[in-house]
């Protein structure tokens, strides 16, 4: 059974990518066949923080217009046997993606036993967002604790309820999980930033993880090595965490409060 | 933050975002789930009218728009006043 998980957000720039990279990591590292595929035409990216920039030859669009197999176009990783990413085209026409084509390559994946297809969202509410989400089981709405992003993601979750195959069939719809981004557990106690539960009360969604604002996330895209591969990092556990709350694991959530400080820094600040 | 931060009264700037999400955000949900955008103009001029003969409360009055097989039914729910509350018409 093949699950579809859409990355999506709304607002750019919160860490589509960089979740949608993290958790396909994360699950074919706990043995899992997954696919990637990048859905912001025009602009290409996962590829470069999957690290597999140089070996694109096809992409998506490729696929869905016949000029190469499925198989030729997926990449495999280098450090995962069962993990693939389908890049996105560089075209700069609006209509490559159809519904039709999509779901073709979909249907394709889902034919040769892939457990995942993540699918990276492009920002926006334009058609490349629409396709992404249109055919999801799940959606990873990513957040950052900031009142635009949060109000963006609003949007995203009316679309999510209306437009999805999930929500026209009237079976259920979409589930969604909330999926906190830059997270600065500092910044919440000095009351500068929301809180996790700021934001899960006014978006109404169950937290899937908070990842906390961590240097390493742009090491970690310079070098091409999705941030969840770097286990020493704060980003790196949150995500994992993540990825076992997705396989239907409860896990406390971390990284969410900053160390305690002891009776004179309280006193006196600090 | 430290002893400076007991004595400040003014709320938090995540507070201030909390607070302003959670009014736009109700506000854009019933927009877009809520039926056709000239419900709350509806409501408010109903509410008006009933005034002139009830004295009712702002929240005494529902407007729904539902959707049944093809058909749209507008609801509209006004609840009154107990009796010994009721007053007089206001005169305007």
């Known amino acids: 059974m093949t699950e579809i998980i859409v990355v999506t957000s709304g607002k750019g720039g ?15 590292r706990r043995g899992k066949k997954v696919a990637v595929i990048d859905f912001d035409i025009g602009l290409r990216n996962l590829d470069l923080i ?32 069962t993990l693939f990413v389908l890049a996105a085209s560089q075209t700069r026409d609006k209509d490559a993606l159809t519904p039709e084509g999509v779901k073709r390559v979909l249907d394709e994946l ?3 036993q892939f457990d995942y297809i993540i699918c990276d969202s492009p920002a926006g509410i334009e058609k490349g967002a629409h396709l992404a989400m249109y055919f999801a089981d799940r959606a990873v709405v990513v957040v950052n604790p900031e009142v635009s992003s949060v109000r963006d993601s609003d949007r995203i979750l009316g679309l999510l309820a209306s437009k999805t195959a999930r929500a026209e069939a009237g079976n259920g719809g979409v589930k969604e999980h909330l999926l906190l981004t830059r997270y600065s557990p500092r910044r919440v106690a000095t009351g500068e930033m929301m809180s996790v539960s700021d934001v899960k009360e ?3 969604l169950d937290v899937v993880g908070v990842v906390p604002e961590s240097q390493d996330v742009l090491t970690a895209s310079n070098a091409g090595t999705p941030v969840i591969l770097n286990e020493t990092s704060d980003a790196s556990q949150a995500y994992d965490d993540a990825v076992s709350r997705l396989l239907g694991e409860t896990k406390p959530l971390r990284f969410i409060e900053e160390p305690k ?6 006193v006196f600040g600090g | 933050m430290g002893l400076l931060a ?35 103009l509806l409501r408010r001029e109903l509410l008006e009218v009933i005034r002139k003969y009830v004295n009712v409360d702002p929240d005494a009055i529902q407007v729904n728009v539902e959707r049944e097989e093809g058909q749209e039914v507008l609801e509209l729910s006004v609840t009154l006043p107990e009796r010994k509350a009721a007053v007089a018409p206001t005169t305007p």
């Open chain 1, 14 to 28: 919160v860490g589509k990518t960089t979740t949608s990279a993290s958790l396909a990591c994360g699950l074919a």
């Open chain 1, 50 to 81: 999957m690290g597999c920039e140089r070996r694109v030859v096809y992409d998506f669009v490729n696929v869905i217009n016949g000029d190469c197999t499925l198989k030729q176009a997926l990449i495999k990783d280098k450090r995962f046997e």
């Open chain 1, 110 to 112: 889902a034919a040769e």
């Open chain 1, 202 to 204: 006014i978006l109404g």
């Open chain 1, 261 to 266: 400080k002891g009776f004179f820094a309280r």
């Open chain 2, 6 to 40: 007991l004595f400040r009264r003014t709320p938090s700037s995540a507070t201030v975002a909390k607070e302003r999400l959670r009014i736009i955000v109700a506000q854009e949900r019933s927009a877009r789930g809520g039926g056709p955008d000239y419900l709350p």
